[in-house]
Nanobody, 122 residues
Framework: QVQLVESGGGLVQAGGSLRLSCVVS????????MGWFRQAPGKEREFVAA???????YYADSVKGRFTISRDSAKNTVYLQMDSLKPEDTAVYSC????????????????WGQGTQVTVSS
């Protein structure tokens, strides 16, 4: 059974940091690219960051320089380190896994987690 379980969300003041984790099971982690997406109330889900099997990283312009994605094959886990958080980063953050296609497109991801809420107060 495929599972992606996110954790690490919460309430933080603007300028603060959070680290999200996503532990996966039920598929071979090392053969999938991994991504983080977010969805704010009333908005569509949007790309945040992604990391390929080989380690190449991609970021949305809105988070570049503030967020860092990484993966640990030994732990079947992908992380999102979020620094210098802003109120506009408030959203539900979900991790996802994909084999092929545009790594920044939601449509190419095969598996999704349930998400974790991140709230940034001003």
């Amino acid at each position: 059974q495929v599972q992606l379980v996110e954790s690490g969300g919460g309430l933080v003041q603007a300028g603060g940091s959070l680290r999200l984790s996503c532990v996966v099971s039920g598929f071979t982690f090392d053969t999938y690219g991994m991504g983080w997406f977010r969805q704010a109330p009333g908005k569509e889900r949007e790309f945040v960051a992604a990391i390929r099997i080989g380690g190449d990283r991609y970021y949305a312009d809105s988070v570049k320089g503030r967020f860092t994605i990484s993966r640990d094959s030994a732990k079947n886990t992908v992380y999102l380190q979020m620094d210098s958080l802003k109120p506009e980063d408030t959203a539900v953050y979900s991790c996802a896994a994909r084999k092929f296609g545009n790594i920044m497109s939601t449509n190419t991801y095969n598996y999704w987690g349930q998400g974790t809420q991140v709230t940034v107060s001003s």
